[in-house]
């Protein structure tokens, strides 16, 4: 569970080159953060994530992370 807060910390520490998007590559780079997007999305794989739910350029962005946490009943 986490609160909006608390993802867009988490979403800003992933976005590395903060263009505002998450990349499979930031995923990649944190797998602690990664650990806990997949915990709190109910998805598994970062990879999966971004094809469900990600941008043609295979990046997901704040508002599509929030929904699919909110979607998991995750985001409190
Ligand atoms: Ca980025």
């Excluded at 993802?7 to 590559?25: A, E, R």
């Excluded at 997007?37 to 992370?65: C, H, N, R, V, W």
């Amino acid at each position: 569970m986490a609160t909006e807060q608390e993802l867009q910390s988490l979403f800003n520490t992933l976005d590395n080159d903060q263009d505002g998007k998450i990349s499979i590559n930031e995923l990649f780079l944190s797998p602690g953060l990664s650990a806990i997007i997949s915990a709190e999305t109910g998805i598994s794989s970062p990879q999966e994530l971004l094809a469900m739910y990600g941008d043609k350029d295979g990046s997901i962005s704040f508002e599509e992370l929030k929904k699919v946490v909110k979607k998991a009943s995750n985001l409190t």
